[in-house]
């Protein structure tokens, strides 16, 4: 049986975290700062955990993870 392809758009998005769920980054920290509170800047300067109902997906895009 041939080996599964990670998806690469995905590999660079999502990480795995030890309990089996995947991390990812926040969206809206590109440009446009200075209309941002601070408050919201350093809340988006973290990472989020991926839905369960997305998970699946996920999983499916990263065999290897």
Not at 5 to 18: D, E, I, L, N, Q
Not at 43 to 55: M, N
């Amino acid at each position: 049986m041939p080996k599964q392809k990670t998806h690469s758009g995905a590999a660079k998005r999502f990480s795995k975290t030890a309990s089996g769920r995947f991390k990812r980054g926040q969206s809206k920290m590109r440009h446009i700062l200075t209309s941002k509170q601070t408050k919201t800047k350093r809340k988006l300067g973290g990472a989020a955990l991926i839905s369960v109902a997305d998970t699946p997906k996920i999983a499916r895009m990263l065999p290897y993870a």
